[in-house]
């Protein structure tokens, strides 16, 4: 890229506003050549007071980035907006940073959230979870995350409970409950779908599933998880941007 003192000037500019867009610019281009791309620095979620103030009460634990921890909250409020009933539940909880992005965007201290996790990080791979070539695929045991700081994290939410081991031995504790919004986020297959067949026929019609990891050349197991399950519901999977995917259970007669 030639130098331009015009944008060398801007990128360095005391105005904090032209210095971020600049930045911004320099960057796009430069990964533009490679195949990538960054968000555009004026989107408003990047730049929410709301959602600023919930990162700095998370604080620098480990756990998934901005983009889908807003995705995540603004999925709770919109259930919370549209009256769904039912409790909410996290398969693959790690540190429990996207738990406490659902429970923030829900606001409802009284509804049940359960979340399960080994706290031994993934389970085992199968062949159906090898990646492409060159991606590297995962080894039982990636991911680990000590419950004691989980616990902490979320500690603020009270309706929060906790079910370590292995997905889905657990389940059965919670099989008569119905579910508002459920967030999976194991990135392998067979707990994706031992979650699936779960919580899907426990789903409040108007509740949704979401998943992290669908998107993702290194879960190839997710993707097939999602669309064998759905390949014949009349409910789809919605792929998004963020490598998430949604699925809204439909109303009768909506
Ligand atoms: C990518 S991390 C989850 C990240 C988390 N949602 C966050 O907000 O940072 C995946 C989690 O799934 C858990 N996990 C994977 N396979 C599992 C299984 N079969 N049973 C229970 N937990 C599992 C791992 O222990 C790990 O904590």
């Not at 993934?122 to 990646?131: H, I, P, R």
């Not at 108007?206 to 998943?211: D, E, F, H, P």
């Not at 993707?223 to 949604?246: H, M, N, S, Y």
């Amino acid at each position: 890229m030639a130098f331009s003192l015009k944008n060398f000037l801007k990128r360095h500019s005391a105005n904090p506003v032209t210095r971020r867009k600049a930045w911004n610019k320099y960057f796009e281009r430069r990964l533009e050549r490679h195949g990538l791309h960054i968000y555009k620095g004026h989107l408003n979620w990047a730049l929410s007071p709301e959602l600023a103030a919930l990162h700095e009460r998370w604080g620098d634990t480990p756990g998934i980035p901005a983009d889908r921890c807003c995705f995540l909250y603004n999925l709770a409020r919109q259930v919370a907006a549209r009256g769904i009933p039912g409790d909410t539940a996290e398969c693959g909880v790690r540190f429990g940073k996207s738990s406490f992005f659902i429970m923030s965007g829900l606001g409802d201290p009284v509804r049940p959230h359960h979340v399960f996790d080994s706290f031994s990080g993934l389970s085992e791979a199968g062949e159906a979870d090898v990646a492409m070539d060159g991606v590297k695929s995962w080894s039982a045991g990636d991911i680990a995350a000590d419950e004691r700081v989980c616990r902490e994290k979320l500690a603020a939410f009270e309706q929060c409970n906790f079910y370590r081991g292995w997905i889905p031995e657990r389940f059965p504790e919670i099989e008569d409950r119905r579910f508002a919004l459920v967030h999976i986020d194991v990135d392998l297959l067979e707990p994706t779908r031992d979650a699936l067949e779960f919580f899907w026929p426990r789903l409040e019609a108007g509740g949704v599933i979401v998943s992290d990891d669908y998107g993702f050349a290194t879960c190839p197991g997710v993707t097939r998880a999602f669309d064998e399950f759905f390949a014949e519901r009349p409910e789809k999977p919605l792929p998004i941007p963020t490598g998430q995917v949604l699925v809204w259970k439909d109303r009768p007669g909506a």
